[in-house]
T-cell receptor, first 114, second 115 residues
């Protein structure tokens, strides 16, 4: 069965520092996609980055990078040079290609300190 | 290029009533998924519509139903509302095209309060 685990309910980071948000997943489907979303207090879910299970390289999008370790079933999000606007909830999500539905983890609340 | 739009933004209903939420997908997208997000939790998958049919469904009762129209827009209907249905309802759209990677883009949500 699909499952996403995010073990850090809350994280603090100093402005301009890098931070890593942890995500582990469980699936028996060899073909799947992993996603990270940001949800500010306004509520809108903002897509950040995507990693396919067959992608050879780790995904990067601007200040966001995904540290994909397939054997360990982990997909950690790295945010470089944190900004005050990065303060939000961050959700890791996965889609198994066979079932084509997305499940989300419980989220990590990130607070950036000036 | 308009993103995913949802209406209304807020809604207050009483127990036992019925509600309809609406979603217009991002231009070029043909698939709509609905999620329920309770306070302090991650979104829970309700169902997905593609080609005007329900393709996948999460663990939600039959009180939750939906529809997709020929222009790809979608509605979520909830009958016999319960207090526990109070949540943020998120709509996400995506494309089945291979290059789109099935990435889902979300609307701002409809916040439903059941009194």
């Amino acid at each position: 069965a699909q499952k996403i685990t995010q073990t850090q309910p809350g994280m603090f980071v100093q402005e301009k520092e890098a931070v890593t948000l942890d995500c582990t997943y469980d699936t028996s489907d060899p073909s799947y996609g992993l996603f990270w979303y940001k949800q500010p207090s306004s509520g809108e879910m903002i897509f950040l980055i995507y990693q396919g299970s067959y992608d050879q390289q780790n995904a990067t999008e601007g200040r966001y990078s995904l540290n994909f370790q397939k054997a360990r079933k982990s997909a950690n999000l790295v945010i470089s040079a944190s900004q005050l606007g990065d303060s939000a909830m961050y959700f890791c999500a996965m889609r198994e290609d066979f079932y084509d539905k997305v499940i989300f983890g419980p989220g990590t609340s990130l607070s950036v300190i000036p | 290029d308009a993103g995913v739009t949802q209406s209304p933004t807020h809604l207050i209903k009483t127990r036992g009533q019925q509600v309809t939420l609406r979603c217009s997908p991002k231009s070029g997208h043909d698939t709509v998924s609905w999620y329920q997000q309770a306070l302090g939790q991650g979104p829970q998958f309700i169902f997905q519509y593609y080609e005007e049919e329900e393709r996948q469904r999460g663990n939600f009762p039959d009180r939750f139903s939906g529809h997709q129209f020929p222009n790809y827009s979608s509605e979520l209907n909830v009958n016999a509302l319960l207090l526990g249905d109070s949540a943020l309802y998120l709509c996400a759209s995506s494309s089945k095209h291979r290059l789109a990677k099935n990435i889902q883009y979300f609307g701002a949500g409809t916040r439903l309060s059941v009194l």
